[in-house]
């Protein structure tokens, strides 16, 4: 299973994705699962996959060799659309590319083809944006009402976001509440599982702010995992106890 969650506020974007693929409980590895394509000054741009691992590779390829504009009869590619609405729309005609070379045969062998894709970033010109893509090749966008995207397993990891995240929250609070999420997601489902990859992209800095592979031994994740577990056990031990049955 798969876990990735994107937040869009003020200041910028996270994006983090865990990297365990499993398919039965006895084979489990470790696939990168959040992508980025950048050129500093034109555009920054992160893509967190879910589904089906050979879906999800045959697209990421595609967006980068690219592929043949039907009316212009030129290669486009992701680093050649002009705003992040062109390559939302990029990323679903990839997926619609890979499912007409491989859709058919996957479902004559009963495998599903399973993708969604969270597609964050700016390009020069245009506004930070953040959107879900669909195996189908349509997508949501993240707006200021909701401001951030989850694929994969994210009922774990909702509640927190719920309950804090909305679009004036810091970027480094957005970061620490993104973890948390992860860190819940880990602890309740064995499908989800470290290293984590994370990812910040400042608002018109057109650039990648923070890269980082979060591992075992990772000091900042052991604390915050730590505290969040303490602060939970007593929040709940200050609430007072139910009265009912008590009269």
């Known amino acids: 299973?798969?876990?990735?969650?994107?937040?869009?506020?003020?200041?910028?974007?996270?994006?983090?994705?865990?990297?365990?693929?499993?398919?039965?409980?006895?084979?489990?590895?470790?696939?990168?699962?959040?992508?980025?394509?950048?050129?500093?000054?034109?555009?920054?741009?992160?893509?967190?996959?879910?589904?089906?691992?050979?879906?999800?590779?045959?697209?990421?390829?595609?967006?980068?060799?690219?592929?043949?504009n039907p009316e212009s009869g030129e290669i486009e590619t992701i680093y050649s659309l002009p705003s992040?609405?062109?390559?939302?729309?990029?990323?679903?005609?990839?997926?619609?590319?890979?499912?007409?070379?491989?859709?058919?045969?996957?479902?004559?062998?009963?495998?599903?083809?399973?993708?969604?894709?969270?597609?964050?970033?700016?390009?020069?010109?245009?506004?930070?944006?953040l959107f879900m893509v669909y195996s189908a090749g349509n997508f949501i966008e993240a707006t200021a009402d909701t401001p951030y995207l989850q694929i994969g397993e994210h009922k774990y990891g909702k509640p927190i976001l719920d309950r804090a995240v909305t679009s004036e929250t810091g970027l480094d609070e957005a970061l620490k509440l993104g973890l948390v999420s992860m860190d819940s997601t880990i602890r309740s489902n064995l499908g989800v599982g470290m290293p984590v990859d994370v990812c910040t992209i400042r608002r018109d800095a057109i650039a990648v702010d923070i890269s980082h592979r979060i591992d075992r031994n990772d000091a900042y994740f052991a604390d915050l995992r730590e505290r969040w577990s303490a602060a939970l056990r007593a929040a709940h031990q200050a609430i007072p106890a139910p009265p009912y049955g008590r009269d």
């Open 84 to 129: 992040m609405f062109k390559v939302a729309q990029f990323v679903g005609r990839a997926i619609r590319e890979v499912y007409r070379i491989h859709g058919k045969s996957m479902e004559q062998q009963a495998a599903s083809f399973d993708v969604t894709m969270l597609l964050g970033g700016q390009v020069a010109g245009g506004r930070l944006r």
């Open 1 to 68: 299973m798969t876990y990735c969650v994107g937040i869009l506020v003020r200041d910028g974007l996270v994006m983090i994705a865990d990297t365990r693929t499993n398919a039965g409980l006895d084979n489990i590895a470790t696939f990168r699962k959040l992508h980025l394509f950048q050129k500093d000054g034109d555009r920054a741009i992160a893509i967190a996959t879910a589904g089906n691992l050979a879906v999800s590779q045959s697209v990421l390829n595609l967006l980068s060799e690219g592929i043949k």
